[in-house]
């Protein structure tokens, strides 16, 4: 079993118009760059047989995989569970506002969450479950 992590393509910048009400959360699509770096991506991964992309359930990694899948012919699955990390109050605003958080996050020497967000350990124990269930679904079926 090998699982392959893809990271979508270039997408708009974050603005009001980018806001998803439904899911509380900036969501940019993909730029048309970002759609031609999935394509090429598509391209590259070609050769390789995928039984399955799972991607978060935001604009961005969905567009991306619907690219990867349709050229793999693979089944594409969404979950909220593997959004990026929350950054809590840091979602519109500049790291100006924050610099002691700046300081640390940049420093990398500390798992710091966010204010009002996650942090890494929390981000991995929401995905930690669902990679668990992909990873045993996949040893039953094979």
Known sequence: MEIFLIRHG??????????????GIYDPHLTERGEGQAKNLAKVLQGIHFDVFFSSDLSRAVMTADVL?????????????????DVGHLEDKSWDEYPDVYFKWKRHEEDIAFPGGECGEDVWMRVRPVLMDIVLIYLTKH
Not at 10 to 23: A, D, L, V
Not at 72 to 82: D, G, P, T, V
């Open 10 to 23: 270039e997408c708009e910048n974050r603005g009001q118009h980018n806001y998803n009400i439904e899911k």
């Open 69 to 85: 899948a349709e050229k793999n012919s693979a089944e594409r699955i969404c979950l909220k569970e593997f959004r990026e990390i």
